[in-house]
């Protein structure tokens, strides 16, 4: 049985922090369809629309009848450990310090034979649960867990080299003193994370949720306007090399479209807070993260951006909050490709609408603060790195693959 | 339409000769091209033809990339009129012969030179690993890079809880084969092996332990197809071809690989030759793990499924043991220069078969039988391959 997770010890500013290496990045472009199904957390492989054959490893045509029409579906996940080994040497430098590594050959009930990372709590022979994540290369692996859930399973060193588990690790949650600050601070802690950095971007604005947190002794406050290079400089020069998992909880949202409007002020504040917020922050921590990636169990893992559904289809109602959030996305998907070199995830967060003062005439369903902290938190426990949170964006999500075109005249309703 | 039995054509007239061996080193400084045209000259001067007289040629390496065998023949200035480039590792040996013989066999060639070879630089064997094949890069090599320790170690896992060989058993043969080495002065190992040692060696991926892998290394072999009459006329010992067989990704249905091609296809190598397992006086097959040794004595009619650990407890496999096997202490004792040991077990076999084994000859082998093995493309080896090879009686 999986050993609990000992709480790391204090870092000994006298050994040198192991660099980050990354396990073997290449794969064909089929094979990243199982990319596509990790980044979200599901388990699809491809199915052959003609035979219904499964296919593994990912293949251009298919295998038994040979149709060139494969389909990525989610296909039963459970098998049979049928051999198993313990690598005591490895080809590759990443798992070369991470020995002894446990792999085997699972006979899915789907019918592939497929090689999987093993869990430590797998039985020889006994059956599995197959799961698909990414490894800190970013690209999807299959990891066999035990049937059922063992005690302290999420602990095991080979799955969290796959998570970015909040546990034992410190988070710097941006703004500490929105709704949605708050919320995200009480679940890292809640999901055991050492110590959370509480951002302050208006210290003269008195907040009594906020003061009362801040009350725990694992709550530090500090200063942080995004939009204040300084202010970013000047806190990642005092924690930089102690945040392991960053919340970019700073957002700013307004009301409003294009051509109401005879200035792009409220334009040029969204993209200050929600763009360039985002680039100070990257620039600051960043390259710290990156220094830290591989410095044992509370190792930095994980870049959070909340950004919304409307990233990928424009809410004319907030037009100017819309581009922002699609420029947001796109530097963050260049950030995720900056930090992959170190195996930082990079976790993009899709709500809908959430119920927090700036959308106060937002009609319901809105989301609470504290269900897309959870969100957040799970997805940092399952590794994923793009989270689609609550119905609204779920339903947009799906009405876009539908058919984009419909989606862009029905918002603009 | 009815279903026609055609008959299977002999390979008579047609004979291999001049096994060559370019002593292997552990690491060279040189390219593959330099070692397969050694190859190539090595033959071409012991032969005692020009070279203008090997009008085919075939070619098996790993590193000769970016080239192929079209390459090479711009390379070493040959013009032949038939070339062939064969990519199966371990059954390298085994199908090249079956592809040039029948090439001499319709006139297509008179003499075809078939070489393999690789360069072993430090860092080239993880390079062949990590870029082995597609399936390879998508689905095993990021796990873990184990590398081929890896897949047979899931095999030999297997292998040993179904059928219960133990790692004596699997000892044994290394124990064997290092002693034959001891005889071949181009073996890299030249340390004797006990069984000891070979138990208490470090494990690399369990099951699998030191003395169960091969050491990569460079080298290449070579021999020449020709007909029996030119052999006589050059006066070269020469070897005829009783049957040979070849299947890629067989039993594609098996979870796990508990058996080679060799199971489809050994009655038609046996009835072809009008020969069986009894008559066969060495063995040489394809070694790059002991299991694989297990699945041949199998798969070649030996013994039956399952039974390979007990063949091995009542049987001695040295030179002078009562199955000699491996003679030239294979490529685990050998080492494994890349696509020659696809050749390895083949060019001892004519060694064997010309009365120029040395040390290693086997006392009065008459008909011997190799066998090849290669390429894990995914989770099991792909090619398989046998030839029943037969001492030529002198003209």
């Given amino acids: ?43 699809e492989l491809q199915v052959c629309a003609e035979c219904s054959t499964v296919q593994y490893p990912p293949r251009e045509v298919c295998g038994n009848c040979l149709s060139a029409h494969l389909q990525w579906k989610p296909v039963d996940n459970r098998g049979q450990l049928i051999a198993t080994t313990t690598l005591r040497h490895s080809n590759d430098l990443y798992f070369r310090e991470r020995l002894p590594w446990r792999v085997g050959t699972v006979k899915m009930a789907a019918g592939p ?22 490894d800190r290369s970013g690209q999807a692996v299959l990891h066999a867990l035990p049937e059922k859930d063992t005690p302290n399973m999420s602990d095991a060193a080979q799955l969290r080299e796959s998570t970015c588990d909040p546990k034992f690790r410190r988070v710097l949650v941006t703004d500490g003193k929105s709704a949605m600050g708050l919320a995200v601070a009480k679940a890292m802690l809640d999901a055991g994370a050492n110590a959370v950095f509480l951002g302050d971007p208006t210290s003269w604005k008195a907040n009594a949720a906020f003061d009362r947190l801040a009350t725990d002794p694992r709550v530090q406050v ?73 410095d044992g169990s509370n190792n930095a893992v994980a870049w959070v951006n909340i950004l919304s559904i409307h990233a990928f289809a424009a809410l004319p109602a907030r037009g100017a909050w819309s581009a922002s959030m699609a420029a947001a996305l796109s530097a963050a998907q260049t950030l995720r490709a900056e930090l992959s070199g170190a195996g930082v995830r990079v976790l993009n967060v899709f709500p809908g609408p959430i119920d927090e003062e700036w959308e106060q005439l937002t009609p319901p369903p809105k989301l609470a603060p504290a269900a897309i902290a959870k969100a957040i938190v799970k997805g940092l426990q399952d590794g994923i790195e793009d989270a689609y949170v609550g119905d609204i964006a779920e339903e947009i999500r799906e009405r876009l693959r539908e058919n984009h075109k419909a989606v862009e005249r029905e918002l603009g309703q | 339409m009815s279903a026609l039995s055609r008959t299977r054509l002999g390979y008579d007239g047609v004979v291999a000769v001049m096994p060559t061996t370019i002593p292997y080193v552990r690491y060279s400084t040189h390219s593959a091209h330099w070692w397969l045209g050694r190859a190539l000259g090595e033959l071409i001067r012991g032969a005692g033809i020009a070279k203008a007289d090997v009008d085919g040629v075939c070619v098996s390496s790993f590193t000769l990339g970016p080239d192929t065998a079209v390459g090479l023949m711009q390379h070493l200035g040959m013009s032949p009129r038939w070339l062939d480039h064969i990519p199966m590792g371990g059954a390298s040996g085994v199908v090249a012969l079956r592809r040039a013989a029948r090439a001499v066999q319709a006139g297509d060639a008179e003499v075809i030179a078939c070489i393999a070879g690789d360069t072993n630089q430090v860092d080239s064997f993880r390079n ?37 060989a133990t790692r004596e058993d699997f000892g044994k043969l290394c124990v064997a084969q290092r002693d034959n080495a001891l005889k071949n002065p181009h073996a890299l190992m030249k340390k004797p092996l006990t069984l000891a040692q070979y138990i208490d060696a470090r494990p690399i991926t369990d099951p699998i332990h030191l003395f169960d892998c091969v050491m990569p290394c460079a080298g290449a072999e070579g021999y020449l197809v020709m007909t029996e009459d030119r052999a006589k006329a050059l006066k070269l010992p020469f070897v005829r071809i009783r049957s040979t067989i070849e299947r890629h990704n067989a039993f594609p249905e098996d979870p796990i690989q508990f058996r080679g091609g060799w199971a489809m296809d050994k009655d038609a190598l046996y009835e072809h030759a009008g020969a069986a397992p009894e008559d066969i006086d060495f063995l040489e097959t394809y070694d790059d793990y002991p299991v694989i040794n297990m699945m041949q004595f199998e798969d070649l009619g030996f013994c039956v499924k399952g039974e390979a650990a007990t063949f091995v407890r009542e049987h001695s496999f040295t030179i002078d043991g009562d199955f000699p096997f491996n003679t030239s202490g294979g ?59 037969e001492r030529g009686t002198a003209a």
Avoid: W
């Fill in chain 1, 1 to 43: 049985m999986t050993a609990p997770l000992v709480k790391p010890k204090k870092k000994n500013p006298v050994e040198r922090t192991r660099l980050s290496t990354r396990p073997p990045v290449p794969r064909s472009r089929s094979a990243q369809g199982l990319t596509r199904a990790a980044a979200e957390g599901s388990f």
């Fill in chain 1, 113 to 134: 034979v497929v090689v999987a990372h093993v869990h430590e709590d797998c039985v020889a022979d006994g059956p599995v649960r197959l799961t698909l994540k990414l």
């Fill in chain 1, 222 to 294: 500090v200063e942080l306007d995004v939009t204040d290079t300084d202010s970013v400089d000047r806190l990642a020069a005092s924690i930089g090399g102690k945040v392991e998992i960053l919340v970019n909880t700073a957002s700013y949202l307004r009301d409003g479209g294009i051509l109401g409007r005879k200035d792009v002020i409220l334009a040029r504040d969204a993209m200050e807070v929600n763009v360039l917020g985002l680039m100070r922050l990257a620039q600051a921590f960043g390259p710290g993260m990156c220094f830290r990636a591989a």
């Fill in chain 2, 128 to 164: 062949t690993v990590s870029q082995f094949s597609r399936f390879a890069q998508d689905a095993v090599y990021p796990y873990g890079a184990g590398g081929p320790n890896a897949s047979f170690a899931l095999l030999t896992d297997y292998y040993m809880k179904h059928y219960g």
């Fill in chain 2, 331 to 389: 490529q685990l004792s050998v080492g494994q220069a890349g696509a020659a040991g696809g050749y390895l077990g083949f060019v001892q076999a004519l060694r064997q078969l010309t009365g120029s084994a040395g040390k290693t000859q086997v006392e009065d082998a008459k008909l011997g039988l190799v066998s090849g093995f290669g390429m894990i493309n995914y989770d099991r080896g792909l090619c398989s391959g046998a030839a029943l090879l």
